[in-house]
């Protein structure tokens, strides 16, 4: 399964919206999509899991919904803190694989 | 709250074999449901997932590095380790362990460079 993330770059101010796609290859099982968050010279940090689920300690600006193929991030005001590369993350079980996205890059405008 | 740090060489020549260790602190690596990571970044570039191990031994790896890579836990010490031999400059990549059930991945190492290079 491959997963394709749109747009590649997002230029936003803050206070904006943010919406980021994550377009499965075929349909996938939702409790195994997850969202991540990565700062330049940082570990990549769990935001959501099960497409909808928040992370401990993730701001409620965060949500993450769909199903199928089609898996959606929003932030609903963005912060300063906010501008970094976001992926998503799938898991298949048969056999056990793990694979992400190519990644969305939310820059400030 | 758990802690991973990955530890090995920052440099490996061509056609050997990559070594890194993690140490997790502050958890019980042989904690049910669980499982141990490695996950890599070309420079620049986006993640990729190498393989998992559960505390019992069982591992998973991808199909694409499967045949050059050994994941290996070792309860006593709260540590896993990651082989990967046949080094090319392609495995040059910032490489990361990590814990989480099968499906994601709740905490990361902070990673470490390894270069290939003679």
């Known amino acids: 399964i491959v997963l394709t993330q749109s747009p590649d770059t997002l230029s936003l101010s803050a206070g904006e919206r943010a919406t980021l796609s994550c377009r499965a290859s075929?349909?996938?099982?939702?409790?195994?999509l997850a969202w991540y968050q990565q700062k330049p010279g940082q570990a990549p940090r769990l935001l959501i899991y099960?497409?909808?689920f928040k992370a401990t300690g993730i701001p409620a600006r965060f949500s993450g919904s769909g199903s199928g193929t089609d898996f959606t991030l929003t932030i609903s005001r963005l912060e300063p803190e906010d501008f970094a590369i976001y992926y998503c993350?799938?898991?298949?079980?048969?056999?056990?694989?793990?694979?992400f996205g190519q990644g969305t890059k939310l820059e400030i405008k | 709250q758990v802690q991973l740090q990955e530890s090995g060489p920052g440099l490996v020549k061509p056609s050997q074999t990559l070594s890194l260790t993690c140490t997790v602190t502050?958890?019980?690596?042989?904690?049910?449901?669980?499982?141990w990571s490695w996950v890599r970044q070309h420079p620049g570039k986006g993640l990729e997932w190498i393989g998992y191990?559960?505390?019992?031994?069982?591992?998973y790896y991808n199909p694409s590095l499967k045949s050059r890579v050994t994941i290996s836990v070792d309860t006593s010490k709260n540590q896993f380790s990651l082989k990967l031999s046949s080094v090319t400059a392609a495995d040059t990549a910032v490489y990361y362990c990590?814990?989480?059930?099968?499906?994601?991945?709740?905490?990361w190492g902070q990673g470490t460079l390894v270069t290939v290079s003679s």
């Open positions: 990590a814990r989480g059930m099968l499906w994601d991945f709740d905490s």
């Open positions: 502050g958890g019980s690596i042989s904690i049910a449901d669980y499982y």
């Open positions: 191990i559960y505390y019992s031994g069982t591992t």
């Open positions: 075929q349909s996938v099982t939702s409790s195994y």
């Open positions: 099960g497409a909808s």
């Open positions: 993350q799938h898991y298949t079980s048969s056999p056990p694989m793990c694979s």
